[in-house]
């Protein structure tokens, strides 16, 4: 009855407009038999031999991008779709009728596709149909949908952020089991993706970069089905700016801290520190991309990466430190043994000397003093043991210590060599696989 009482309105509009009743809505809708409440049209498909197939062209408007969740791999957007196809039984001559050549009836009066999108997961009520649908003379019928739409999109992150995205939005009917309904377009997707970009409202940190269209069909000929392949690049600049030159930065940080001096310990709890900010950014990254990705994004091998040479430089740092520390240790050490030793050979030759002294003026035709003679002997013993004493001091601690430190110096020098060497290396080649590719096509 609500129909009936909107066509009335309709039906009023066209009497203000016009004089004769032959000018009225309600002529052209007596004339298609809208007026009773004809049932059979809103039943069956509107063909009038029934082997026909109905042509439904869908044209879909992106309208907004509302938001590409990556760990649900869903894509949101905002679409208005057009959809035509022919009703065999509404056709009039427009002369006949003071040249009426647009009619809006209810939508309920009629029989509609009943077009689904394959990929849509989106709630009941986001979907928000037009009451009406328009007719034209030669039969056509035109019924307009806006929906928020939510679907499933199967994302590549493997260049995130410099990466782009395509989604599939699947039309087709869910009663497709004959070949009753084809699926086309009225444009073609170069004018869709223009229409597009000219009413996008938001597009969020995508860009629409194009929308093809494929028709095709589910299974060997049977059902038909309308692919709208829309392509989005990603404006990276904010992970850039958040993640990307952070990272660089802890990383040329991590390397200036080879010039910081090795006798303090801040150098050890600075690479600490850098090593900590680095898990800090991991951890925000943990909430951006999916665990289920098969392949690994180039963000996290450029963090994982990053994060081992700096592990891998404080533990170089600590073995340094610890050949430093041994030095002076072991330096102290060597020396100590060597006095002792040196005290020993003192001790025993000391003891040697007296019988020895004895011997030697014995045997000796030295018409000296006996006493005296022994004094200056001895005086003479010590100032040589002194002297051999000092040397052979001198020699040992001098190899062992400088040894270590010179060690530590080397293996400091070939680290810091090879670390920029490997930095240099890693970075061309993130660049090179990473981000050549976007900076090419921008
Ligand atoms: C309307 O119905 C009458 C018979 O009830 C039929 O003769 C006529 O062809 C119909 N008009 C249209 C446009 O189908
Ligand atoms: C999207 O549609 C294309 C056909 O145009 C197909 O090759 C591709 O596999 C589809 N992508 C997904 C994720 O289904």
Known sequence: MSALRTLAVLALIGVSSSQTSD???????????????????????PVKYWNKTTFVQIDMLLCGILQVDEKSQTFTSHIWTRMHWINEFLTWNSSDFCGINMLTIPRSMLWIPDMHIQEDTSDAGSIQESPFVSLSPSGMVLANTRQLLTSTCQMNLTLFPFDMQHCNITFSSMNSQANTITLGTVYNDTVLTQI?????????????????????????????????????????????????????????????????????????????????????????????????????????????????????????????????DLNGCCGNKAQSSVNAQVDIQLEADNHKEPGGAEETPEKSSFPLDQPDDRDLLKLILEEVKAARQEAEGQDKTKIKPGH??????????????LYLVAVAVFLRHMYSVWVSQYINSN
């Open 404 to 417: 270590y430190r010179r060690l530590a110096q080397i293996i400091d020098s070939v680290f810091f060599t």
């Open 23 to 45: 000018c009225s809505y309600i002529g052209l809708l007596e004339h298609l038999n809208l007026t009773t409440t004809n049932d059979l049209l809103a039943i069956v498909r």
């Open 196 to 324: 597009s970009e000219q009413i996008m409202v938001t597009q969020g940190e995508w860009q629409l970069i194009h929308m093809d269209i494929v028709s095709m069909s589910f299974y060997k000929g049977v059902g038909n089905k309308l692919i709208y392949r829309v392509t989005l690049c990603r404006k990276p600049m904010l992970y850039v700016i958040n993640l990307i030159v952070p990272l660089l930065y802890f990383l040329v940080l991590d390397l200036a801290t080879f010039f910081i001096s090795e006798a303090r310990g801040e150098k050890l709890s600075f690479k600490v520190t850098v090593l900590l900010s680095i898990s800090v950014l991991l951890l925000i990254l943990k909430d951006m991309l999916p665990s289920t990705e098969d392949r690994l994004p180039m963000i996290a091998r450029y963090c994982v990466t990053i994060f081992a040479m700096v592990g891998l430089s404080i533990l170089e740092t600590m073995l340094v430190s610890f050949l430093i």
